[in-house]
Structure formats: C-alpha cells, structure tokens
C-alpha cells in the first residue's frame, strides 16, 4: 500500500493566500485564510477550521462532506459564528443533515446558513464581500467571487476642505465614487458559459477554474458530468484578465505533468503564462 501524505497546495496571491486541495470526485477545497473564506470545504482540512465563512458551490460529496465536521470541531474547539453561503435550493436539506447530524452525535453544533442565488451578495466584512452567481453544474449550482469594495473621494471634490465635505454630506451628497477591486473568482464545478462577461470573474486577480478532462476521448465523460474538457478551454479564458489562473478538479485519469502537456498545446503563450496547477508539487511546500 502507497501511503500519499495529505498537504494543502499553497500560492502566494501579495498580500493574500490560497491554499487547497482538490482533485475530481475525491476532495476540492481552497482557503483563503487572510480574507477568511473557504471555498467549498471537501473533508474540512485542519486548516479550513479557523476560517469564518464557507461558500458552498452544489451539493456533491466531494465538495460539501466535511461540513457537518467544520462545525462539530469548530464548536469543540470554541470557534464561534462559523456562517456558510449555500445554494438556496440546499438550504433545507443541509438543515436535515445538520439535524439529522445532531440525533448522531447528541446534540446540533451551532451553525448558520445563508441561502443565496445568482447574483446575491454576502457581506464577508467592511469593504468585503462575496458574490454568488449561477454555473453550469448541476441545479443550483453557483460560484462565488470575492470582491473588495472601497470608496474614493470623487475627484471634482479634492480641492474642498473636511468641514465643507462634511457639510455636502449632511445636505445628502454623495462625495465618494465605490470602486469593486474582484480579488478571487471560484467558479466550482462547471461546464462551459460565457463567465469573461461578468466583470467580478474577468477581472478578478485569481480565477480557480476547474479543468476536469484534458484526453481526447474523455470528452464524453465531461459532457455527461457538466465539467469542464481542456478544448473548451480557450474560449473560456478568452477575455479574461486574471493575473493568475489556477486551474483545479483534474480527474485522476490524467496526472498534473500529463496534463500540463496536453494544456501547452492547448493555449496561446500570453494565457499559459498566466496559468497554473493548483496541485503542482511546486505549490507543495517542504515539510
Ligand atoms: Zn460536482
């Protein structure tokens, strides 16, 4: 028996990181520890527990079994107000499990769910929040952007004193511009649509995107699931600005360096240079 050590890929974003775990039908999560968030929690990683907000894309195994445990351990931990954004149409029966999760062990582990649909927005924390928005999965199913919000002074203003912006303020002007700075888009499991449209994914300075399928006569098997084949790839990424792209949810059919290969004839050189594997053993740390 091979015995394969569990360890996070981790990737430095500046003044944020990402560290995950995923592979097809087996385990996708990623957390986001300064802006705390996670992503989809898979089997709930010791390093998920501290983060306060899970963002649940659908409902499968391999993305939502850890769930009932992020709380139960949060709660023997003490770790209070752990909240997770789920698809509104699992909203209930995530409430069952959390029930029928409580007959289980002997009592419910606090926990908060807050349902949302395409479009919806959650406050993560001042001048932070998540984004949900629909994807092509199963019914439901969304991704999350995370998206900075900060406000600016509006430039025709810079000459006025405080006191005067403070007056304008009173009299109900608006004195300051919003300003959406998209940090992370995670689009979960998705066949292909048209996300470079929507300016929190396009512009985001990370995209995880999964790429389930990368041989020829897997194509098949990603249609049927609504995942994502290395051909559909280029047009996906047409427009998109990311400074990074990550790409996530490889079946294990095809290893990384395999399907690294196939992913160098499959792009334009100005978006592969972009592009990386988030389980690239150059993402695993030394011990
Ligand atoms: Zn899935």
């Given at each position: 028996?091979?015995?394969?050590?569990?360890?996070?890929?981790?990737?430095?974003?500046g003044?944020?990181?990402l560290?995950?775990?995923?592979?097809?039908?087996?385990?996708?999560?990623?957390?986001a520890?300064?802006?705390?968030?996670v992503?989809?929690?898979?089997?709930c990683?010791?390093?998920?527990l501290?983060?306060?907000?899970?963002?649940?894309?659908?409902?499968h195994?391999d993305h939502?079994a850890?769930?009932?445990y992020?709380?139960?351990?949060?709660?023997f931990?003490?770790?209070a107000?752990?909240?997770?954004?789920v698809?509104?149409?699992l909203?209930?029966?995530?409430?069952?499990?959390?029930?029928?999760?409580?007959?289980v062990?002997g009592h419910v582990?606090?926990h908060?769910?807050v349902?949302?649909?395409d479009?919806d927005e959650?406050?993560i924390?001042?001048?932070?929040?998540?984004r949900a928005?629909?994807?092509?999965h199963?019914?439901?199913?969304?991704?999350?952007?995370l998206v900075e919000v900060?406000?600016?002074l509006?430039p025709?203003?810079?000459?006025?004193?405080g006191p005067q912006l403070?007056?304008?303020k009173?009299?109900?002007v608006?004195?300051?511009n919003?300003?959406?700075?998209?940090l992370?888009?995670?689009l979960?499991?998705t066949?292909?649509?048209?996300y470079a449209d929507?300016?929190?994914?396009?512009d985001a300075?990370?995209?995880?995107?999964?790429?389930?399928?990368?041989?020829?006569?897997?194509?098949?098997?990603?249609?049927?699931?609504?995942?994502?084949?290395?051909?559909?790839l280029p047009?996906m990424?047409e427009?998109m600005n990311n400074?990074?792209i990550i790409i996530?949810?490889?079946t294990r059919?095809?290893?990384?360096?395999?399907?690294?290969k196939?992913?160098?004839?499959?792009?334009a050189a100005?978006?592969?240079e972009?592009?990386?594997?988030?389980?690239?053993?150059?993402?695993?740390g030394?011990?």
């Amino acid at each position: 028996m091979k015995i394969r050590p569990y360890k996070l890929s981790q990737l430095a974003m500046g003044d944020f990181m990402l560290a995950g775990y995923s592979v097809a039908g087996e385990e996708s999560v990623v957390v986001a520890p300064e802006l705390d968030v996670v992503f989809d929690i898979g089997r709930c990683p010791r390093e998920a527990l501290a983060v306060n907000h899970l963002l649940l894309t659908h409902g499968h195994a391999d993305h939502v079994a850890g769930l009932p445990y992020y709380f139960a351990q949060r709660d023997f931990q003490g770790i209070a107000n752990g909240t997770a954004l789920v698809p509104a149409r699992l909203d209930r029966p995530l409430r069952e499990l959390m029930s029928a999760w409580g007959r289980v062990e002997g009592h419910v582990p606090p926990h908060t769910f807050v349902p949302l649909r395409d479009g919806d927005e959650h406050a993560i924390r001042r001048g932070l929040l998540a984004r949900a928005f629909k994807t092509r999965h199963c019914a439901g199913s969304l991704g999350y952007a995370l998206v900075e919000v900060r406000r600016k002074l509006k430039p025709e203003l810079a000459d006025r004193t405080g006191p005067q912006l403070v007056e304008l303020k009173k009299q109900g002007v608006e004195i300051e511009n919003r300003i959406e700075v998209p940090l992370v888009a995670y689009l979960g499991d998705t066949a292909a649509s048209n996300y470079a449209d929507l300016p929190h994914v396009r512009d985001a300075r990370a995209l995880l995107v999964e790429c389930t399928f990368f041989e020829p006569d897997h194509l098949d098997r990603a249609r049927a699931g609504r995942h994502l084949h290395v051909v559909d790839l280029p047009a996906m990424l047409e427009g998109m600005n990311n400074e990074r792209i990550i790409i996530i949810h490889v079946t294990r059919r095809t290893g990384v360096s395999a399907a690294r290969k196939i992913l160098r004839k499959a792009l334009a050189a100005d978006t592969l240079e972009r592009v990386t594997f988030l389980m690239s053993s150059r993402h695993v740390g030394p011990e």
